[in-house]
């Protein structure tokens, strides 16, 4: 008949390493999960404050918005946040990938609003992995360069690309016309 104390020393009984890698991956998980909503934040934070000083500087306003649990985006790797820039009809969204018992990356959506003689144009791009640093902390890494970047830089290149989707918007609207 077994007994508490039976399946205690069953337990203790089981390979230090197998229960050292277990308690591993279950601290990693969850400064996976951590980590990846702070890193979102962050970005969200940053765009908003970036947007705020664009519209100052050049009284152009782009959107920011964070949406946490996004279904439309549900079967993209476990996708749960995404940062959406938003400007005259074009986008960049950044949003987070995370499947189970890996780090974290953020990739770039980036979506072309239509005009006259073209669809909407949607292009995804590599952004960063979110890499540990020390117990709790982040460090993003470029993609595709797997360089050390910061979240000012990733959210600089989102910027960069609402920009030249923009661009790329008027340009092909005043050739068609």
Same mark, same amino acid.
């Given at each position: 008949?077994p007994t508490w104390a039976g399946?205690?020393?069953? @337990? =203790?009984?089981? =390979?230090?390493l197998?229960r050292r890698?277990h308690?591993?991956?279950?601290r990693f998980q969850e400064w ?6 702070r890193?979102m934040?962050d970005?969200?934070r940053?765009?908003?404050a970036k947007?705020?000083e +664009?519209?100052a500087?050049t009284?152009v306003c782009?959107a920011?918005?964070?949406?946490e649990?996004?279904?439309s ?5 476990g ?5 959406s ?5 074009s986008?960049v ?5 995370r499947p189970?018992g ?14 006259t003689?073209?669809y909407?144009v949607?292009? +995804?791009?590599?952004g960063?992995?979110?890499i540990?640093s020390? =117990?709790?902390g982040?460090?993003p @890494?470029?993609l595709p360069e797997r360089?050390?970047t910061?979240v =000012? ?5 989102a ?14 609207h005043?050739?068609?016309v």
């Open positions: 008949m399946l205690f020393r069953r @337990i =203790d009984d089981l =390979d230090p197998d890698a308690s591993e991956r279950t996976a999960v951590s980590a990846e909503r890193v934040a970005f969200a940053v765009a908003r947007s705020r +664009t519209q500087r009284g782009v920011v918005a964070l949406e649990h996004a279904p985006l549900s079967s993209f790797a996708t749960r946040h995404v940062v820039l938003a400007f005259a009809g986008s969204g950044l949003y987070a990938t189970a890996e780090a974290p990356s953020v990739h770039m959506a980036c979506q072309r609003a239509a005009t003689s073209r909407p949607l292009v +995804t791009l590599p960063c992995l979110v540990r020390g =117990d709790f982040y460090q @890494i470029s360089v050390p910061s =000012d830089a990733v959210v600089l290149r910027f960069v690309l609402l920009f030249g989707a923009f661009e790329s918007m008027t340009a092909t005043s050739v068609a």
